[in-house]
């Protein structure tokens, strides 16, 4: 990756800003985007000139295309895509309000559309590139209480494998990376006390939701290993593919 050049949305925190870093180790150029221009700054100073900041509301198509093509004439070839960005609105269907589902497709759905479709008009004509949008293993088994959350990461799951599928011919591969329980700050607002990472792995029989075999929770930097092996050639024959990286929590579904 020495040398290339990654956008990844999210980049101010978690899984996020791990990629960015995982990304810089192996040489990688990283144009780094977020609603959260602060941390971002920080994180291009700590990187030096390897990273560079852009502050963006994925939810606006116009000003995600703006950057894309800020990126373009400012850094160069984009090469990659890690798209991390997401927000997770906790209710039962029943007491969810308008706002909260809307705000959920909002950035998990439809920002992963305006950049996945930004970024891909410039690859197609090069004929190259490797997306990875971070999913959840959510998508695939039913959650109380994050109906939202679980049905737009179905929506990107879907919408990348079909992407995939149109950009194959162009060589340019799209790929999915599922997590489930990540040490993160959005992980932590569902917890109340350290004792509920505890409570995690042991699994909750009362909401259905299993456990945990490898017995951890895991961190940021594990999914960004997952990440960046599907951006990298060592993965130039998967596409369309979905990795879960989630400790055996779906039991392999």
Not at 59 to 78: K, Y
Not at 87 to 93: D, E, N, P, S
Not at 112 to 121: D, H, K, P
Not at 133 to 157: D, Q
Request: charged share 20%; aromatic share 4%; glycine share 12%.
């Amino acid at each position: 990756m020495n040398g290339k050049l990654a956008i990844v949305s999210g980049a101010a925190q978690g899984i996020g800003a791990a990629i960015v870093d995982a990304l810089v180790v192996r040489g990688a150029r990283v144009a780094a985007l977020d609603v959260q221009g602060g941390p971002l700054e920080e994180m291009a100073a700590r990187h030096g000139g390897r990273v560079r900041p852009y502050a963006v509301d994925l939810r606006a198509s116009r000003e995600v295309e703006r950057t894309v093509a800020a990126v373009e004439n400012g850094m160069g070839e984009i090469g990659m895509l890690a798209h991390s960005a997401g927000i997770l609105r906790l209710g039962g269907v029943t007491a969810l309000s308008d706002r909260d589902w809307e705000d959920t497709f909002a950035v998990n759905v439809h920002g992963v559309f305006y950049l996945a479709r930004a970024v891909a008009r410039h690859m197609v004509p090069r004929r190259r590139g490797a997306i990875v949008t971070v999913g959840s293993n959510a998508a695939a088994v039913p959650r109380t209480g994050m109906a939202a959350y679980a049905a737009s990461k179905a929506a990107v799951c879907h919408f990348t494998k079909c992407l995939g599928l149109e950009l194959a011919g162009f060589g340019i591969r799209c790929n999915v990376v599922s997590p489930g329980s990540t040490d993160t700050a959005m992980q932590r607002q569902l917890w109340q006390s350290e004792d509920d990472a505890a409570r995690v792995i042991a699994g909750t029989p009362a909401e259905f939701r299993t456990g945990i075999p490898l017995g951890r929770i895991a961190r940021p930097q594990d999914i960004a290993e997952a990440v960046l092996f599907l951006l990298g050639d060592g993965a130039r024959h998967i596409t369309m593919h979905e990795l879960c990286v989630d400790g055996g929590a779906t039991l392999g579904v």
